[in-house]
């Protein structure tokens, strides 16, 4: 059952708010002014754990009205079929405007990692795809999922984060951010993308999926699962023609083994690998989230490919 | 202890380039496991590709490509780490002076700030400015962790002259609540576990005293405001007021009040998402419904009938400046304060403060990471208190009407005295020049101006200090017979007779003497707002206390008297015989033998006792506030 402020003062004979509810109460506070403040704001909405939180602090902030904002899911065509049923359903469940978004021309083209490289895949299809959605529908603010606690220049991010006409992050050149008063004017053509998750972490984030009962993917679940692995990361088998659409790699059926994993974090498939682990219920997801010696985005490809990709990444305006 | 009973720290860290600020934290987040295998060896492998040999955990918080290239922190970074009953998060600042507003930035949510001080290098410049910026954004708990002991061989005389050269210093700021730890980051020492090596120290270690430093005391839980954020409205039987409880307690029932309009209504319910709320207090986000249908919408505030903020639209603060374009007077910036945006403008640029030395200087402009005091008009009012007193409604910012970039961070002192400003009009009218202002003195039914204009002279206080012994109630009494022969009305107030009666209760340890001073200038206050000439004689031996009095007073109106008078001569006269007993070491504390006398920088009027007579010195005065025009020839 989740602790209400009420319980936790009984409890405490004081005025404590305890952290998940103080780091609710701050998202909630940024959700409002944004809404308030710009005139067309978005949420980006990737169908990962953390969307899910985002999502329902959006509830949460406007109860009893309805969310707001429309949610855009920036899809490459890549993503786990589990997550477009689970997006399909859920939005329609709660009755949010769902628009989807995809860079049409590449993905008609083939764009793949395999085949243009990490880099230039993401650019493609993520990047510009994201760009091309918030200058289609004339956003001028989006919603982000993105947390501090994720990659080390995420950790340099302010909460409204001022993005030029091209969507570019320019890091030096930050605003000064102040108490919680944002500065949300913009000039014309620049947008500002907010981060209202920036101070939850990892262990924050499944804390309060499992205090609210969030429905999430059951991607992020424990499962035999059939894997083959390649450069350390895991790929399931079912989904290897997508990693491999050049079938380049031979996969010999004494590679594959039959094991227990989960995705600790969900992207776009090729990109993605799964975790060995026998995590079938959130409270085991916490503990392992809790022990886990490795970070988060450990299975992500697209970190990897230098020391400042993320960095590197958001400068051209990926969120 | 459960997740869901953690409580929340947020705390910033700052030093000088090299004091071990990124150790120290690489240190924090290694011992309570919060560095992943994968990060740590990224880590490793950067350091070895620069030919150093063990990991440098600066890299790890250094997040951008430019900072790890120039091995300095150029921008805020958030960190995160938690034990087992305190979640933490570390706004990781940098101490370069030409970053003072990204410390700032850090430094405004936190709760606790952390000055690390090399303890081979002592107290520096930067060390003070710091020590100066927690005091302005009033952070309430400060730790002074003097660092790389290990290379002094954890010498207590090196710690212990450290502790008390920056415990005088930090005496002239306004912090409350300051902590030494003497630590080495690298090495460990007291940080996590208490070190083997300082057995001589017996406070607290670093994560101990992080882990238990109550902070939810330090939240305004009196004065209740609720700027509204947005108004929620699903359908026409359902009206809400979305907003934070910046500070103080709300239950349905009670009466409440909108600004700015003044109308009054009761809280129908306490909405949130997972239930209605009994009550809600500082910090919740909640919608609130009201039993009348009044008007209200983004940027008004709801308020409890009984305790309002201050409503004004002319306010002094001080200013941080954050804009590469300097401060321009004839720029109307856009002011945003709580959930209200207005247009405001710089009235008056009082002063600016050099943030190493402490002293006011004179400016009529900002750069870029300047601070000073100024006068704020804004084109509607604003509903406020003190900063000190509130830090949310206290605070804002200005924001550059062309760039839309931040331009400062502002922190509300007070409304102006309007005091002055019925001075100024009544003057102007003088000369011929009408004015319909609709400024009045509040609360008093006979203004100054007009006690003023029946006195025949204006109202000052006339602050006397020096040296027990300098002369300070000779001069006074002098000064004051003679006032009062020309016809003025006077009051003084002299440090002895103040003691036996309205300060009866104090005694002599410094917190005391704070105590006794700040009385004695509200008194003080009072009197002048009466018209007279208040004449106070204190040896008032530190600044802060007389720059209390200076503060509450109106410029122009307050004139520092320093009675010079050289401490031999002093000891010679010993009128009272306090200097022998303090020789004697029977009274603690007795300033110019066993505590500090901090002599006036500035002040409007320095005499000399031991060079001239009492009689020359009351001329000198009488001629001093003619030429101020507190008196008339």
Same mark, same amino acid.
């Given at each position: 059952m989740q602790p209400t402020a009420d319980m936790q003062k009984q409890n405490a004979g004081s005025y404590d708010l305890v952290y998940l509810k103080q780091l609710e109460s701050e998202s909630i506070h940024i959700m409002r002014e944004v809404v308030a403040e710009f005139k067309n704001p978005v949420m980006l909405y990737s169908v990962g754990k953390d969307s899910s939180v985002m999502l329902r602090l959006a509830q949460k902030a406007f109860y009893p009205g309805k969310i707001p904002f429309p949610l855009m899911h920036v899809d490459t065509g890549y993503k786990f079929p589990e997550m477009y049923e689970f997006r399909d359903n859920y939005c329609k469940e709660i009755g949010a405007n769902l628009?989807?978004?995809?860079?049409?021309?590449?993905?008609?083209?083939?764009?793949?990692?395999?085949?243009?490289?990490? $880099?230039?895949?993401?650019?493609?299809?993520?990047?510009?795809g994201l760009l091309e959605g918030l200058r289609k529908h004339e956003f001028d603010a989006a919603f982000g999922g993105a947390r501090r606690d994720e990659e080390k220049s995420r950790a340099k991010e302010r909460i409204f984060s001022l993005r030029d006409e091209f969507g570019q992050w320019d890091p030096k050149n930050q605003r000064p951010e102040l108490w919680n008063i944002y500065n949300a004017r913009i000039n014309d053509g620049q947008s500002v993308r907010v981060f209202p998750l920036s101070n939850w972490t990892e262990f924050d984030i499944w804390t309060y999926i499992k205090v609210e009962n969030i429905p999430i993917v059951p991607l992020y679940f424990a499962r035999e699962r059939k894997v083959v692995e390649r450069k350390g990361i895991l790929i399931p088998v079912y989904s290897?023609?997508?990693? $491999?659409? $050049?079938?380049?790699?031979?996969?010999?059926?004494?590679?594959?083994?039959?094991?227990?994993?989960?995705?600790?974090?969900?992207g776009c498939i090729p990109c993605t690998g799964a975790i060995p682990s026998t995590a079938h219920t959130i409270d085991e997801i916490l503990a392992e989230v809790a022990a886990a010696k490795k970070s988060e985005r450990e299975n992500r490809v697209i970190d990897l490919t230098s020391d400042s990709s993320m960095e590197q990444k958001k400068k051209e305006g990926y969120f | 202890m459960a997740e869901s009973k953690k409580t929340l720290l947020r705390f910033t860290t700052t030093g000088s380039v090299d004091d071990g600020k990124s150790t120290l934290i690489g240190r924090l987040l290694y011992e309570t496991k919060s560095i992943f295998e994968d990060q740590f060896a990224a880590v490793e492998k950067t350091s070895k590709k620069r030919g150093q040999e063990e990991a440098d955990l600066a890299l790890l918080l250094d997040g951008l490509a430019a900072e790890r290239e120039q091995g300095i922190t150029i921008d805020v970074a958030y960190r995160y780490f938690e034990t087992t009953n305190?979640?933490?998060?570390?706004?990781?600042?940098?101490?370069?002076?030409?970053?003072?507003?990204?410390?700032?930035?850090?430094?405004?949510?936190?709760?606790?700030?952390?000055?690390?001080?090399d303890a081979r290098n002592g107290v520096m410049t930067q060390s003070k400015r710091h020590g100066f910026l927690v005091s302005l954004l009033q952070i309430p708990h400060m730790i002074v962790a003097v660092n790389k002991m290990d290379l002094v061989d954890y010498s207590q005389q090196v710690y212990d002259d450290i502790v008390d050269e920056y415990k005088r210093f930090s005496q002239k700021l306004d912090i409350h609540d300051i902590t030494f730890i003497p630590v080495s980051a690298l090495k460990g020492d007291n940080v996590v576990e208490r070190s083997p090596n300082m057995p001589w120290y017996d406070g607290f270690t670093l994560?101990?005293?992080?882990?238990?430093?109550?902070?939810?005391?330090?939240?305004?839980?009196?004065?209740?405001?609720?700027?509204?954020?947005?108004?929620?409205?699903?359908?026409?039987?359902?009206?809400?007021?979305?907003?934070?409880?910046?500070?103080?307690?709300?239950?349905p029932g009670e009466k409440v009040l909108a600004l700015p309009s003044g109308k009054t209504s009761s809280v129908k319910e306490v909405v949130t998402y997972d239930s209605n709320l009994k009550e809600a207090f500082a910090s919740q986000s909640v919608v609130l419904t009201l039993n009348d249908e009044i008007d209200v919408s983004r940027g008004d505030m709801i308020v409890r009938k009984n305790n309002l903020p201050t409503v004004s639209n002319h306010f002094e603060a001080i200013l941080c400046w954050m804009d590469e374009k300097p401060f321009s007077l004839k720029t109307h910036y856009i002011l945003k304060?709580?959930?209200?945006?207005?247009?405001?403008?710089?009235?008056?640029?009082?002063?600016r403060i050099n943030v190493n030395t402490l002293h006011r200087e004179q400016a009529d402009t900002f750069h870029l990471n300047e601070i000073g005091r100024v006068e704020i008009t804004t084109s509607q009012p604003l509903f406020f208190d003190s900063y000190k007193s509130n830090q949310a409604t206290g605070s804002f910012i200005l924001i550059d009407p062309v760039t839309n970039l931040t331009a400062a961070a502002g922190m509300i002192r007070g409304p102006v005295k309007e005091l002055?400003?019925?001075?100024?009009?009544?003057?102007?009218?003088?000369?011929?020049?009408?004015h319909s202002s609709n400024v009045t003195w509040q609360g008093q039914t006979i203004s100054q101006e007009a006690r003023e204009l029946r006195n025949g002279h204006k109202a000052a206080v006339l602050w006397l200090t020096g040296y027990s012994g300098a002369g300070k109630s000779t001069v006074a009494k002098a000064l004051e017979k003679k006032l009062f022969d020309t016809g003025c009305q006077t009051m003084l107030l002299d440090g002895d007779n103040i003691r036996h009666g309205l300060c009866g209760d104090l005694g002599f340890s410094e917190k005391d003497r704070n105590e006794n001073i700040r009385r004695v200038s509200e008194v003080a206050k009072l009197f002048y707002e009466n018209g007279r000439i208040v004449l106070c004689t204190f040896i008032s031996p530190l600044k802060t206390q007389r720059n209390f009095a200076?503060?509450?007073?109106?410029?122009?109106?307050?004139f520092e008297i320093f009675v010079r008078c050289d401490l031999s001569v002093c000891k010679r006269r010993d009128p009272k015989g306090l200097y022998k007993k303090a020789d004697r070491g029977e009274i603690k504390d007795?300033?110019?033998?066993?505590?500090?006398?901090?002599?006036?920088?500035?002040?409007e009027i320095t005499v000399e006792t031991d060079l001239r007579s009492v009689d020359e010195i009351v001329e000198e005065i009488i001629d001093k506030l003619i030429e101020a025009k507190i008196l008339e020839h």
């Open positions: 628009i989807v978004e995809r860079n049409e021309e590449w993905i008609e083209k083939g764009a793949h990692p395999t085949r243009l490289g990490n $880099d230039k895949c993401c650019w493609y299809l993520k990047t510009q290897i023609d997508t990693v $491999d659409p $050049d079938s380049k790699v031979d996969v010999s059926e004494s590679e594959i083994t039959t094991m227990s994993c989960r995705f600790r974090s969900l | 305190r979640k933490f998060i570390i706004a990781d600042t940098p101490g370069h002076e030409q970053y003072t507003r990204n410390m700032i930035t850090g430094a405004s949510t936190a709760e606790l700030a952390i000055i690390l001080v994560l101990h005293y992080l882990e238990n430093v109550h902070v939810m005391a330090d939240k305004n839980l009196i004065d209740f405001r609720f700027p509204v954020q947005y108004v929620v409205r699903p359908h026409l039987d359902f009206r809400g007021y979305a907003g934070m409880v910046v500070s103080g307690t709300i239950s304060h709580t959930s209200r945006s207005v247009k405001a403008s710089v009235s008056k640029l009082n002063y002055d400003e019925v001075i100024r009009i009544a003057h102007q009218d003088e000369h011929g020049r009408r200076r503060s509450i007073i109106p410029e122009g109106r307050f007795f300033t110019g033998v066993s505590s500090p006398y901090e002599e006036p920088g500035n002040p």
